[in-house]
């Protein structure tokens, strides 16, 4: 073998293990923007988090961050229930590259949850923002979430509609939004979901919980598209100028009719 080719082979073994050592940058860059981005009263990300020491897989000893491979530096979930974590949303999470679980129960985040939400983290199949003070209203991106098992918004200060298109979510085995401030109709899953999950909110209605009123049930197929409340009031309509003009010419008519 040419010493050209074996020099070649080495830097490449060399390269790809050191790869394969310390993980993808990106990776070490995201626990380092959600650290920058919330607020940490206890101090506890400040004290564990350290990014000092760029040994391998040194992230993944990090409090609340488990790696694919003990000696990798991919994240595959962040687990952050309980730390008394404040502020909006976390940034910098689209950098967590294979991130699969996203834990933030038990903290007090506040503010909307992000729209770009669903671009951020597309791969998780377990979001869990139960017990925070999320606001606002479920972005409508989150459908795009299509791996999603476990989907868990209990306990927050979420409000308007969940969208009948959150229904395409078909791995859910999960969908907690307990203890809202959410109304309006249920999408209508396939899957079979506790009443439970819906409990505790300001108006919301269908199953798994009761019936919505009349007036609800039409809101519902005007936001599915179905036309039937605008054909309803055209027949409506139509039947009131119908009898009007009838009435309106018969009067004008009848005197001639009897006239001749
Ligand atoms: C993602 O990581 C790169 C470095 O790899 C950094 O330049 C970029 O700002 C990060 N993006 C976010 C949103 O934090
Ligand atoms: C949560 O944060 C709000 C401000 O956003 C604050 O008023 C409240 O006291 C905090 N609650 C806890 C339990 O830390």
Known sequence: ????????????????????????????????????????????????????????????????????????????SLLLDNLGLEGPFPQGLQNCTSL???????????????FSIAQQISYVTSLNLSYNNFSGEIPESMENLAYLNTFNLQHNQLRGQILERFSVLGRLTSFNVADNLLSGPIPTFPQDFSPLYFAGNQDLCGAPLDECPRSQRWTLRRINGESSVGAAVGFVLGFVVAFYFHLYCCERLLPYVFHT
């Open 1 to 76: 073998m040419a010493k050209d080719t074996k020099f070649l082979l080495l830097f490449l073994l060399l390269s790809s293990s050191s790869s394969l050592c310390f993980g993808s940058e990106q990776d070490i860059q995201c626990p380092r923007s959600v650290q920058q981005s919330v607020i940490d009263p206890l101090g506890v990300l400040k004290s564990s988090w350290n990014f000092g020491y760029a040994t391998d897989g040194y992230i993944c000893s990090f409090t609340g961050v488990q790696c694919w491979q003990g000696s990798e530096n991919m994240v595959l």
């Open 100 to 114: 699969n679980i996203l834990d933030l129960l038990y903290n007090n985040f506040s503010a909307p949850i992000p």
